[in-house]
C-alpha cells in the first residue's frame, strides 16, 4: 500500500517561497512509468495541477505557474517537495500530492492534502 503525507508550513507571507515536502512510503520514487505530482484546490476552486516530478527525475510543470515552480525530489529519502515563489494570496489552497500512472492525470494514490494560507 503506497501512502503520500504533505509537510509543511500552514503559513507563507506574500512575496515568499512556499516550500512543501511529500513523503512516500511503500514504493519508490523511481518506480517506472509512476510520475509524482502536485495538485492544488483554492477554496471554493476545483484541482488544480501543478506539476509533477517523474520516476526519471525530469520535472514537468504547468505553463500557468511554470515561471515560479520548481519540483525535486530525494531518493534517499523517497521524497519530492515542491517550492512555488513569489507568493500572493491567491495561491491560498489545500495542497496535495499524488501519485500518477503513467502521467496521464490518472491518480491512484493520493496524500491527505495541507493547508496553506498566503497572509501577512
Known amino acids: 500500500q503506497v501512502q503520500l503525507q504533505e509537510s509543511g508550513p500552514g503559513l507563507v507571507k506574500p512575496s515568499q517561497t512556499l516550500s512543501l515536502t511529500c513523503t512516500v512510503s511503500g514504493g519508490s520514487i523511481t518506480t517506472s512509468h509512476y510520475y509524482w505530482s502536485w495538485i492544488r484546490q483554492p477554496p471554493g476552486k476545483g484541482l488544480e495541477w501543478i506539476g509533477y516530478?517523474?520516476?526519471?527525475?525530469?520535472?514537468y510543470y504547468s505553463p500557468s505557474l511554470k515561471s515560479r515552480t520548481s519540483i525535486s525530489r530525494d531518493t534517499s529519502k523517497n521524497q519530492f517537495t515542491l517550492q512555488l515563489s513569489s507568493v500572493t494570496p491567491e495561491d491560498t489552497a489545500v495542497y496535495f500530492c499524488?501519485?500518477?500512472?503513467?502521467?496521464?492525470?490518472?491518480?491512484?494514490?493520493w496524500g491527505q492534502g495541507t493547508q496553506v494560507t498566503v497572509s501577512s
Open positions: 499524488a501519485r500518477d500512472e503513467l502521467g496521464w492525470g490518472r491518480y491512484d494514490y
Open positions: 516530478i517523474a520516476y526519471s527525475g525530469s520535472p
